[in-house]
């Protein structure tokens, strides 16, 4: 395998890291937000009483559980992005 295959399958490789974690954080959004709008509606539909501690400590706790996932996937975006531009950069330093 020549330097140039190589460098093309690891800059291919790279970009489906970076597609398939975009696939996984919006998979999660979806998840989250779905818990969510369940859980605010299932407590204004079946409880009129009003808001409780223990709905506001939950929303508390699912918000911060989001906050650490959304981190945590910024930050391997930008890995990843680097990475990206980094085998793109040596891709076409050999090529051009």
Do not use: C, H
């Not at 291919?12 to 998979?27: G, Y």
């Not at 299932?42 to 981190?71: C, E, H, Q, R």
């Amino acid at each position: 395998m020549d330097e140039l295959t190589f460098l093309d399958k690891d800059y291919e490789r790279k970009i489906n890291f970076l597609v398939q974690q975009f696939s996984r954080m919006w998979t999660r959004f979806n998840i989250f937000v779905t818990l969510e709008s369940s859980l605010i509606g299932g407590k204004f539909l079946f409880d009129p009483k009003g808001p409780n501690t223990g709905f506001a400590v939950l929303g508390l706790v699912l918000s911060l559980i989001w906050y650490i996932f959304g981190a945590n996937d910024k930050y391997l975006v930008e890995v990843y992005r680097t990475a990206v531009e980094e085998a793109g950069n040596k891709l076409s330093s050999l090529v051009f």
